[in-house]
C-alpha cells in the first residue's frame, strides 16, 4: 500500500466521529481558512521560544493544535512560495520560479481542486502573482505589494481604495467572508493573505501609543564577517547598514536628494519617493499619531546623527521596533479570526493554518530579507488546529515544507490528492502510528541578479546537515547544523568532510531526480563536482 494512499485514508477516516452513544457519525467537510504573512520570522513568534515578542492569539493555535518545529520553504521569496503554495509543487513544476515571472492560472491549483468539491472558495489580501486568480468564488487582492495605509484592493472588477490600515481591513473582508456564508450549504475555504510584516513595516497607529522604543538584544552573528563563506555571502545587498532612512527608518529628509542611506555614496531619490507616497496615504488623524511618535525620533537624529556602527546599530532598533509592530497587529488580527470561529460554533470543525510566505532576517549575519537558504530565511512558522482531528499542544520535529500545504488542505476535504503534487498531508502526522516522513529537504533560489544580489543556488539539508551550490560561482558551502547552528563555519574547503560532501552531493542530485529539476540536474552535472 502506497504512503500517499495511507495518507488519504488516514484523512477520510478522520472525516468520521462518534456520538456520546458511541455511535459513528458523518461529519461535514471541515471549513479550511489558511492565514499566511509575509515575511515572518520564526524568532518573532512567542510559541517558538521567542524573547523580542509575545503573540498570544498565534500560540493559541499551538495550544489547540500542532506546532511544526521543523517547517521550511523551497524557494524564499514571496511569488515562487505562494505559487508552491497553490500548486503543491515546485517552482519548476508550477512555472514560477522568481518574481519576474507571472503565474500561469489556467493550471490545476489548490482552489481550483476545493471549489470542484464543493467548497465556497475566497482569497483576501495579497496575491502577488501577476495574473488574475481563478479558480475563487470571490476575491479581493493587493495590487502588486499593496500598501501599508489606504490598500488599493481589486476584485475582478472594479479597484477600490479601503480607508484603514492593510492588516485591519483585510481582516475585515475575510470576516464578511465567513459571515456571509457561515449558514451556507457549502464549506468555505478561505486564504487570508497578510501584506504584513513585509518592507516597509509600517506599524498601525494603534501600536504607537506605547511610548520610547524597545531595545532589543543584537543576535550573535550580528557582526558576521563571512570569512568562510563563498563569494555569495559577501556579495549580497541586505546588509542593515544599507537600509534607507526615509522609506526604513521613516526619517523626514529635508532634501529628497541626498544620500539616504546616511552611509556615503549614490543618492537614492526613488526609495524617498516611495516612502513620501506611503506617509500621504495616511488620514489626517493617522498621521497625526504617527508624527507625534516619530517626531522625536526624526529630531534626535537630525540633531546628532550617528555614524558608522553606530548608525548601523541604530537602524537595527529602529528596524526592530517597526518589524515587530507589525507583527503585533497580525496576532492582533489572528485574534479576531479565532474569536469568530469560536463565538460562531465553528471552531472544532474548521482547520485552520497559520505559516509565513518564508522566513526573515532579523539581524543575523547582519541581514534582513530573505532568499538564502540558510536557517532564518529558509524556516518558515507553521501551526495548524481541526479539532476534530488533531489533538492540542503537540510539538512536530518532522521536515515539512510548503509543498505539503496543498496536500494537507485537500485531504482534510476528503479530496484525493493529485498524483503530480511534490507534497504530502501533515495530517498524518497527527497519528502516532504513522510516523513515514522524509529525512531529506530540496531548495532551489532562481532569482539573482538585482535587488539584493543573492546568487542562485540549490541544496540539500538533512536532519544535521546542510550542502549549498552557488551554481554561477561554481562553488560550496557545507554546514554541521547541530555543532553550528548560526552557520558561520563552512566546512566545505576541510579535507576531513570530503567523504560527507561527496555523499551529500549524491543525495543531492538525488532529490533533484526525485522532483525532476532537470535544470538543476544540469547544473549539478555540468558544474558540480
Given at each position: 500500500?502506497?504512503?500517499?494512499?495511507?495518507?488519504?485514508?488516514?484523512?477520510?477516516?478522520?472525516?468520521?466521529?462518534?456520538?456520546?452513544?458511541?455511535?459513528?457519525?458523518?461529519?461535514?467537510?471541515?471549513?479550511?481558512?489558511?492565514?499566511?504573512?509575509?515575511?515572518?520570522?520564526?524568532?518573532?513568534?512567542?510559541?517558538?521560544?521567542?524573547?523580542?515578542?509575545?503573540?498570544?492569539?498565534?500560540?493559541?493555535?499551538?495550544?489547540?493544535?500542532?506546532?511544526?518545529?521543523?517547517?521550511?520553504?523551497?524557494?524564499?521569496?514571496?511569488?515562487?512560495?505562494?505559487?508552491?503554495?497553490?500548486?503543491?509543487?515546485?517552482?519548476?513544476?508550477?512555472?514560477?520560479?522568481?518574481?519576474?515571472?507571472?503565474?500561469?492560472?489556467?493550471?490545476?491549483?489548490?482552489?481550483?481542486?476545493?471549489?470542484?468539491?464543493?467548497?465556497?472558495?475566497?482569497?483576501?489580501?495579497?496575491?502577488?502573482?501577476?495574473?488574475?486568480?481563478?479558480?475563487?468564488?470571490?476575491?479581493?487582492?493587493?495590487?502588486?505589494?499593496?500598501?501599508?495605509?489606504?490598500?488599493?484592493?481589486?476584485?475582478?472588477?472594479?479597484?477600490?481604495?479601503?480607508?484603514?490600515?492593510?492588516?485591519?481591513?483585510?481582516?475585515?473582508?475575510?470576516?464578511?467572508?465567513?459571515?456571509?456564508?457561515?449558514?451556507?450549504?457549502?464549506?468555505?475555504?478561505?486564504?487570508?493573505?497578510?501584506?504584513?510584516?513585509?518592507?516597509?513595516?509600517?506599524p498601525d497607529t494603534t501600536h504607537l501609543s506605547s511610548g520610547k522604543e524597545k531595545v532589543y538584544p543584537f543576535p550573535e552573528t550580528f557582526w558576521d564577517d563571512y570569512k568562510t563563506r563563498t563569494d555569495a555571502a559577501s556579495k549580497q545587498d541586505m546588509r542593515i547598514e544599507n537600509m534607507f532612512l526615509g522609506m526604513d527608518m521613516k526619517l523626514m529628509l529635508p532634501n529628497a536628494q541626498e544620500d539616504e542611506t546616511g552611509t556615503g555614496g549614490d543618492p537614492k531619490a526613488p526609495s524617498y519617493t516611495w516612502w513620501m507616497r506611503d506617509y500621504n496615504l495616511m488620514t489626517d488623524d493617522q498621521r497625526e499619531v504617527w508624527d507625534a511618535y516619530y517626531g522625536p525620533i526624526n529630531e534626535a537624529y537630525q540633531n546628532n546623527p550617528p555614524k558608522g556602527k553606530a548608525l548601523?546599530?541604530?537602524?537595527?532598533?529602529?528596524?526592530?521596533?517597526?518589524?515587530?509592530?507589525?507583527?503585533?497587529?497580525?496576532?492582533?488580527?489572528?485574534?479576531?479570526?479565532?474569536?469568530?470561529?469560536?463565538?460562531?460554533?465553528?471552531?472544532?470543525?474548521?482547520?485552520?493554518?497559520?505559516?509565513?510566505?518564508?522566513?526573515?532576517?532579523?539581524?543575523?549575519?547582519?541581514?534582513?530579507?530573505?532568499?538564502?537558504?540558510?536557517?532564518?530565511?529558509?524556516?518558515?512558522?507553521?501551526?495548524?488546529?481541526?479539532?476534530?482531528?488533531?489533538?492540542?499542544?503537540?510539538?512536530?520535529?518532522?521536515?515539512?515544507?510548503?509543498?505539503?500545504?496543498?496536500?494537507?488542505?485537500?485531504?482534510?476535504?476528503?479530496?484525493?490528492?493529485?498524483?503530480?503534487?511534490?507534497?504530502?498531508?501533515?495530517?498524518?502526522?497527527?497519528?502516532?502510528?504513522?510516523?513515514?516522513?522524509?529525512?531529506?529537504?530540496?531548495?532551489?533560489?532562481?532569482?539573482?541578479?538585482?535587488?539584493?544580489?543573492?546568487?542562485?543556488?540549490?541544496?540539500?539539508?538533512?536532519?544535521?546537515?546542510?550542502?549549498?551550490?552557488?551554481?554561477?560561482?561554481?562553488?560550496?558551502?557545507?554546514?554541521?547544523?547541530?555543532?553550528?547552528?548560526?552557520?558561520?563555519?563552512?566546512?566545505?574547503?576541510?579535507?576531513?568532510?570530503?567523504?560527507?560532501?561527496?555523499?551529500?552531493?549524491?543525495?543531492?542530485?538525488?532529490?533533484?531526480?526525485?522532483?525532476?529539476?532537470?535544470?538543476?540536474?544540469?547544473?549539478?552535472?555540468?558544474?558540480?563536482?
Amino acid at each position: 500500500m502506497s504512503l500517499r494512499y495511507l495518507l488519504i485514508s488516514f484523512c477520510l477516516i478522520g472525516l468520521w466521529a462518534c456520538d456520546k452513544n458511541g455511535t459513528e457519525e458523518q461529519l461535514p467537510p471541515p471549513n479550511i481558512i489558511f492565514i499566511m504573512t509575509d515575511d515572518h520570522a520564526v524568532d518573532a513568534i512567542s510559541a517558538y521560544g521567542s524573547n523580542l515578542i509575545s503573540t498570544p492569539h498565534i500560540d493559541r493555535i499551538a495550544k489547540h493544535g500542532m506546532q511544526f518545529d521543523n517547517a521550511f520553504v523551497t524557494n524564499s521569496i514571496c511569488g515562487p512560495s505562494r505559487a508552491v503554495i497553490m500548486t503543491g509543487k515546485f517552482s519548476h513544476k508550477n512555472g514560477f520560479k522568481s518574481n519576474r515571472d507571472t503565474f500561469d492560472g489556467n493550471q490545476a491549483t489548490l482552489p481550483k481542486y476545493l471549489q470542484q468539491a464543493g467548497y465556497y472558495t475566497a482569497i483576501a489580501g495579497k496575491w502577488h502573482l501577476k495574473s488574475t486568480p481563478q479558480g475563487f468564488d470571490e476575491y479581493s487582492v493587493l495590487l502588486d505589494q499593496g500598501e501599508y495605509y489606504s490598500p488599493q484592493f481589486y476584485n475582478g472588477t472594479d479597484t477600490t481604495v479601503v480607508e484603514g490600515y492593510a492588516t485591519n481591513v483585510i481582516t475585515d473582508k475575510a470576516l464578511q467572508v465567513l459571515d456571509t456564508q457561515k449558514d451556507g450549504e457549502k464549506p468555505i475555504f478561505l486564504m487570508i493573505h497578510h501584506k504584513a510584516p513585509h518592507r516597509n513595516w509600517m506599524p498601525d497607529t494603534t501600536h504607537l501609543s506605547s511610548g520610547k522604543e524597545k531595545v532589543y538584544p543584537f543576535p550573535e552573528t550580528f557582526w558576521d564577517d563571512y570569512k568562510t563563506r563563498t563569494d555569495a555571502a559577501s556579495k549580497q545587498d541586505m546588509r542593515i547598514e544599507n537600509m534607507f532612512l526615509g522609506m526604513d527608518m521613516k526619517l523626514m529628509l529635508p532634501n529628497a536628494q541626498e544620500d539616504e542611506t546616511g552611509t556615503g555614496g549614490d543618492p537614492k531619490a526613488p526609495s524617498y519617493t516611495w516612502w513620501m507616497r506611503d506617509y500621504n496615504l495616511m488620514t489626517d488623524d493617522q498621521r497625526e499619531v504617527w508624527d507625534a511618535y516619530y517626531g522625536p525620533i526624526n529630531e534626535a537624529y537630525q540633531n546628532n546623527p550617528p555614524k558608522g556602527k553606530a548608525l548601523t546599530e541604530w537602524k537595527y532598533q529602529r528596524y526592530m521596533n517597526d518589524y515587530l509592530k507589525c507583527v503585533q497587529s497580525v496576532d492582533d488580527n489572528v485574534g479576531r479570526v479565532l474569536d469568530y470561529l469560536e463565538e460562531n460554533g465553528l471552531s472544532d470543525n474548521t482547520l485552520v493554518i497559520y505559516t509565513s510566505d518564508q522566513g526573515f532576517y532579523l539581524g543575523e549575519h547582519g541581514w534582513y530579507d530573505k532568499r538564502f537558504m540558510y536557517e532564518p530565511s529558509f524556516r518558515t512558522p507553521l501551526f495548524m488546529q481541526l479539532p476534530t482531528k488533531l489533538k492540542g499542544k503537540q510539538k512536530n520535529e518532522k521536515l515539512v515544507q510548503n509543498i505539503d500545504f496543498a496536500p494537507t488542505m485537500l485531504a482534510a476535504a476528503g479530496v484525493a490528492i493529485p498524483s503530480d503534487m511534490q507534497g504530502e498531508s501533515l495530517l498524518s502526522l497527527g497519528d502516532k502510528k504513522n510516523q513515514r516522513w522524509r529525512d531529506q529537504l530540496y531548495y532551489h533560489y532562481y532569482q539573482g541578479g538585482t535587488w539584493h544580489f543573492v546568487e542562485k543556488h540549490v541544496g540539500i539539508r538533512t536532519e544535521r546537515y546542510k550542502l549549498i551550490f552557488y551554481y554561477d560561482l561554481g562553488d560550496w558551502e557545507l554546514y554541521d547544523l547541530q555543532s553550528d547552528p548560526q552557520e558561520v563555519n563552512n566546512l566545505y574547503r576541510d579535507a576531513t568532510y570530503k567523504p560527507l560532501s561527496d555523499s551529500l552531493k549524491v543525495e543531492l542530485q538525488g532529490l533533484a531526480t526525485t522532483y525532476e529539476d532537470t535544470t538543476a540536474l544540469n547544473l549539478l552535472g555540468v558544474n558540480g563536482k
